[in-house]
């Protein structure tokens, strides 16, 4: 049997925290840069996601779809690529945006690559 990877993991060491914390702004939201909750789960789920494998479907089911604030019309008109875009569009630690990044990304775990 596969042990099973924390979805998290790749958003560095507060994600969990901060996915668990109610936010009022938007971009101070955990799932920012992502429109809503649901696409941002999905999105970690790719991400994490090595290979398909049971194991994997698991963690699709019971990390996203199960999620308490899953909302399945929120993936009306959905875009893995537009969703894509979001994270390649996200400022850098260095940049001069007045653009927050999500806490995810300031992590040492977070890798920005070209």
């Known amino acids: 049997m596969e042990t099973a990877i924390d979805p998290l993991a790749g958003f560095g060491p507060t994600a969990k925290e901060v996915v668990e914390q109610p936010q009022v702004n938007a971009k101070a939201a955990f799932f920012y840069p992502f429109l809503n909750a649901s696409v941002f789960r999905l999105m970690m789920w790719y991400y994490a996601a090595k290979s398909l494998t049971l194991a994997t479907l698991d963690r699709l089911v019971y990390t996203v779809i199960l999620a308490p604030d ?14 894509n875009r979001r994270l ?16 995810w990304a300031a992590s040492d775990i977070w890798k920005k690559a070209s």
């Not at 899953?70 to 969703?83: C, L, R, V």
């Not at 390649?88 to 806490?103: I, K, M, R, V």
């Open 88 to 103: 390649d569009d996200l400022p850098t630690a260095s940049s001069s945006s007045e653009d927050p990044l999500p806490p």
């Open 70 to 83: 899953f909302t399945p019309s929120d993936f009306e008109g959905f875009s893995a690529t537009q969703e």
